[in-house]
């Protein structure tokens, strides 16, 4: 966009243990049957006990005892790359062979250009009619797809090459973010809403408002599909969503605050919203930017070692902006 889940049993144990019956047949048949039998019913059930509980507390630890939607994560830079100041970043992908594709926007300046992730030069690049402004991007197969802001107007490009392209008309109410898991595309407006369109068609087959604890996350901006989740930019935030397709509700939180505030530390005071998402899937690896930010950062998640104190609301859902 623009500038600016176990039910534990309870288990009773029952004892098949008696005391031996104080008469000579007891004291002389010490290996009776009976005896026997009820040794290996005590067993059994001792060991049952301890395959329950071993199951129970396996599946706590895998599922922990948080809701998803509490999962709140930083991050930790492990590599920057360059990245064009200059490059007013609206979406961003990843094609391999350490190879991004980049939408960019502002009226004059909107292109789509391929570039090489470790040097950050641009490899090619299709510039916009000044009319458009650049929104976001994804990639399926050879066929890169891109919207505009406060237009219903697409593009779709030639991976290979940017020249050849032709012009699309698409259902949502304004063109920000585009992602894809291969089968369809994700997109969104600037509003709470996560769209599912038809990459054949280019139709809207479904769509789901996105909530965190019953509120709406509106101004959902750049999008990235990461192993089985969509993950959205939130504009004018350091926040990144991480949100369940099938339904839109948000799984958890990215914060990023530390990557801008240290450009800004460094002198960087020209730098504009954190805005770009991408995910190298055969190495696991993502990277992130801003608008006219001036490095490219790959990341990782963790969890924070001690609890959020803070109003996720607040910091990451912000009111809903009009244009």
């Not at 948080?66 to 991050?75: C, F, G, H, L």
């Not at 641009?122 to 990639?139: A, C, P, R, W």
């Not at 369109?197 to 408002?209: D, G, R, S, Y």
């Amino acid at each position: 966009m623009a500038s600016g889940s176990l039910r534990k049993k309870s288990m009773k144990r029952s004892s098949y243990l008696t005391k031996p019956r104080h008469n000579s047949m007891a004291h002389s048949t010490p290996s009776s049957p009976l005896r026997k039998f009820t040794l290996v019913l005590s067993a059994i059930s001792i060991l049952s006990v301890f395959v329950v509980l071993s199951i129970s507390s396996n599946i706590r630890s895998v599922f922990g005892t948080k809701r998803p939607s509490d999962q709140i994560y930083a991050v930790e830079v492990v590599n920057e790359f360059p990245h064009d100041p200059s490059a007013f970043t609206q979406g961003l992908l990843y094609a391999g062979n350490d190879t991004l594709f980049e939408s960019t926007g502002l009226k004059g300046h909107s292109s789509v250009r391929k570039v090489a992730l470790r040097t950050g030069k641009v490899e090619d690049i299709h510039k916009m009619q000044n009319s458009y402004f650049g929104e976001g991007l994804t990639l399926m197969g050879e066929r890169l797809f891109q919207v505009t802001w406060l237009e219903k107007t697409g593009f779709i490009y030639n991976r290979n090459d940017l020249s050849k392209f032709k012009k699309f008309t698409h259902q949502m109410q304004d063109g920000w973010g585009l992602a894809t898991d291969g089968k369809v595309i994700f997109g969104t407006d600037g509003t709470s809403t996560l769209y599912q369109i038809n990459p054949q068609t280019l139709k809207v087959v479904e769509a789901h408002t996105v909530k965190y604890k019953g509120d709406e996350v509106h101004n959902l901006n750049e999008l990235e599909y990461v192993n089985g989740e969509v993950w959205a930019n939130v504009w004018q935030t350091d926040c990144i969503a991480r949100i369940s397709g099938k339904d839109g509700m948000v799984l958890g939180w990215i914060l990023l605050p530390n990557l801008r505030q240290g450009l800004i530390a460094a002198g960087e005071m020209s730098i504009d919203v954190l805005n770009g998402i991408a995910w190298d899937q055969e190495r696991n690896r993502i990277f992130v930017t801003g608008k006219l930010w001036p490095k490219l950062y790959e990341i990782k998640l963790h969890t924070m070692k001690t609890p959020f104190k803070g109003d996720i609301k607040r910091l990451c859902m912000p009111m809903p902006v009009h244009f």
